[in-house]
C-alpha cells in the first residue's frame, strides 16, 4: 500500500477525527453529510447538487472498481452525471487501492486529484454518521497539517449559479420540444428525456424561456437552499399560469412548489441513498427510490389547487407534489437514478404523454 499522508476531518462541534489522505492532498469545508448508497461513487461525486458538501459514505469499502471511462455520447458523458466532480470532499472508511471493472479508466484517487478534491479514508464513518444524524448536517473541514482553513456554509450562497450552464444548448432532434432549466442537471434527466423521441432545450438557471419554442417545461434537480433561486421561481411562476405541462425533480420540486405559493425548509440531514420508501398519494403503493436533498417542501403550506403526490413512508416529509387540474408535478426524488433504482422512470412517460395529449 502506498503511504498515505495524515489529514484530519474537523466537524463545526469541534469533533476531530484523524484520517489518511487520498485525491488532492489540499484542506476543504463545507457542509458535511452522509449517503448510505452501495454502489454508485461515480455518478454521486458528479452530481452537481453535491456542490459545495462534503460526503461522507455509510458503505465501507469505495473505490473498488474505479472510474469509468468520460466518452461522450449524444453530447453528454456516457457514464457521469456532469462534466467535473463537484463535491469538495470525500470521506471513507476502507480506501481500495486496488481497482477492478470492465470500464474502469482510472483509480478514484486519481480523479479526486485531478479535480483538486481531497479524500479522507480510515474514519469511524459509523461513529461519524451517528453524530450527524444525532445533531443534524454540520459544517466541517478536512485539514492538512500546516494549511489550515475556515469553515464554510454553502448553502448562504446561490449555488444554482456555480452549477448550471452559461448558454442555451439544444440535444436531439424529436417531434416535442421541451425546455429544460439546468440548474445543475444530472445527465441522465438528460437521457431519459431523448430517449423519449424529445428535443431538450437545455437553459441557464436564470433564462426566461418565454419566447422559446416548446411543448412542455422540466425543471431539474440542483444543490443548495431552494430560496436562493428566486429568479427561477419567477420564470417557473410565469409557465405555471398556462397550460404546458411542467415536470420537476429534486430542486424542481421544490422551486415549482415555491412558484405554486408553498414553502421549504431544512431537514435536519436529510435522504442521500438508494432505497428511500415513497407512497403514492391516495394508495398503499410504495416505491423504493434514489434520493439526495437536504431540504423539503412543507407540505401543509400548498396552496388549495395543489396537493401532495408522495409522502415519504420513513418520516412522512414531502416527496413530490401536483397541480389538482393542469398537468403540473415533480418528485422529490430522483425517478432518473443513476445511481440508483429505475422503478419510478415510468413517470417521465407520464410527462411525456400529458405533452402529446395537446
Ligand atoms: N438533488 C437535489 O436537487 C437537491 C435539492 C436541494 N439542493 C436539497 O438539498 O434539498
Known sequence: MLKAKQAKLILENGTVFTGKSFGSEKSTAGEVVFYTAMTGYPESLTDPSYTGQILVSTYPMIGNYGVPHGHKENGIHKYYESNKLHISGLVISDYSFEFSHWNAEKSLSDWLKEYNVPGIFDIDTRALTKILR?????????????????FYDPNKENLVARASCTEREVYGDGEKRVVLIDCGVKNNIIRCLLKRGTTVIRVPWNYDFSNEDYDGVFISNGPGDPAMCEETVQNVKKAIGGEKPVMGICLG????ARAAGADTYKLKFG?????????????????ITSQNHGFAVATETLP????PLFTNANDNTNEGIKHKTKPFFSTQFHPEASSGPTDTEFLFDDFIDSIKKD
Not at 135 to 147: A, D, R, T, V, Y
Not at 253 to 256: A, F, G, I, M, V
Not at 271 to 287: A, E, K, M, W, Y
Open 304 to 307: 388549495n389547487d395543489w396537493e
Open 253 to 256: 420540486n421544490q422551486l415549482l
Open 271 to 287: 435522504h442521500r441513498s438508494h432505497n428511500q420508501p415513497v407512497i403514492l398519494q391516495g394508495t398503499d403503493r410504495c416505491f
Open 134 to 150: 444525532d445533531k443534524g448536517s454540520m459544517l466541517g473541514k478536512i485539514e492538512f497539517e500546516g494549511e489550515e482553513t475556515d
